[in-house]
DNA sequence: TAATAAAATAGTAATCATTACTGATTTGGG
DNA sequence: CCCAAATCAGTAATGATTACTATTTTATTA
């Protein structure tokens, strides 16, 4: 099924520790500060598995990069046109699934995304 | 500012006559029936800029195609893990506006996926 | 511990949706 | 009609992601 790998585990770590949605390219970055002789093709390959298997949250808002997310409870995302940065906000339930489910779709994950100015590009500019 | 193009209107007729959700080229594929010599790169522009101007809907389910919607009203996507079928499903309210507002974000899109299994590939399959 | 098959890896090459570029054409205002 | 800005067709370039291959690691069984 699934063998455990260094690898993985490091990647998970790293995702695990910061709350920035980050890229594929950028968790690679940090992740070679543990296993210095990573391959980019490995992290692609488990956030990609780690992602189907509903481990992580693979997040998509559009601006070229999949970013990804520990956080797999429902929560939104506010992805500012401005700076780029993406931000969580808590959701009280999860109106999409409940939906979703209505109208006879089983849903396994659902992604909330906003899109606009975040709260800091609009004070500071 | 913004100029009348037929190319960019024939874009917006075909996508909305349209439920599908369709990627940039399937719509080049409908508008060259209209305008047989259209570039490839026009559509790709017009929808693009459509988008910025919040004229119609980018969505991105994460399938490595950007899909667009005539629909720009604020409701949930059903995205289907099996099939790749991306369909409707109306919200009584834009719950993520409300959330975004609250946390000093200034939302001006709001875009929900739920990923999962169709109806359609619950019965038949 | 040794043997074995499945899973995972490093490194590199290939893919392909999307973007950028260029010189020609169209639009709209005066 | 004139002109500047906007748009276009056609083509080349980009770059995030995926595919491929030979090697290494994992987990199980004897």
């Known amino acids: 099924m699934k063998n455990y790998s260094k690898q993985r ?32 093709g490995t992290v ?33 995302h506010l992805h500012c046109k401005k700076c780029g940065c993406i931000h969580d906000a808590r959701l009280e339930n999860d109106p999409l699934a409940k939906v979703a489910k209505k109208t006879g779709f089983t849903p396994e994950t659902t992604i909330y995304v906003a899109y606009g100015i975040c709260q800091n590009c609009n004070t500071n500019n």
């Open 9 to 40: 585990e490091a990647i998970l770590t790293v995702l695990s520790q910061t709350d920035t949605h980050p890229t594929a390219n950028w968790i690679y970055e940090q992740v070679r500060e543990i296993i210095p002789n990573i391959s980019l």
């Open 44 to 76: 692609y390959r488990n956030l990609s598995q780690l992602s189907q298997d509903g481990d992580i949250l693979s997040i998509n808002v559009g601006d070229g990069f999949e970013h990804f997310d520990y956080d797999t409870s429902p929560h939104a």
